[in-house]
C-alpha cells in the first residue's frame, strides 16, 4: 500500500496501463487539434495521439490562452487495452446511467 506523499517506483509497474503518461506536450503550432475526435464540452474534448510509440485516448481540460486553446494536465488517459476494457461495458454504463437519472441531458461544465 502507498503511503500519502510517497511515489511509486516505476519498476514496479505491472502493465503500460499502470504506467502513467507524461505531460503531454501538444502546443507546437497547436498540433493537436488534428488529434481532437469530440467535444464533450466547452472544456472538455476527447483526442487520440502516440506516445512513446502506443495510441493513447485522452479525455482533457483544456485552457484558453491569447485566443488559443490548450491541453492541461486535467484528464484521463487510456492506453488501448483500457480503452478496449472501457468500450466493451459501454453498453452497461448506458443502462445504468439511465437508472440513476441520466435521461436528464443537462450539461455541467466544469469550474
Not at 8 to 33: H, M, Q, V, Y
Not at 67 to 96: A, C
Not at 103 to 110: H, S
Request: with cysteine; net charge positive.
Amino acid at each position: 500500500m502507498l503511503k500519502r506523499g510517497k511515489k511509486r517506483d516505476a519498476s514496479k509497474a505491472k502493465s503500460e496501463g499502470d504506467e502513467r503518461p507524461k505531460k503531454i506536450t501538444l502546443n507546437a503550432g497547436n498540433e493537436w487539434e488534428k488529434n481532437v475526435i469530440c467535444e464533450l464540452s466547452k472544456k472538455r474534448k476527447v483526442l487520440v495521439r502516440n506516445w512513446e510509440g502506443k495510441a493513447v485516448m485522452d479525455i482533457r481540460e483544456f485552457y484558453l490562452e491569447d485566443g488559443k486553446e490548450y491541453p492541461t494536465g486535467n484528464g484521463l488517459s487510456f492506453f488501448m487495452n483500457q480503452w478496449k476494457i472501457l468500450r466493451d461495458h459501454v453498453d452497461e454504463i448506458d443502462k445504468l446511467m439511465m437508472v440513476h437519472g441520466g435521461d436528464n441531458d443537462q450539461i455541467i461544465e466544469p469550474r
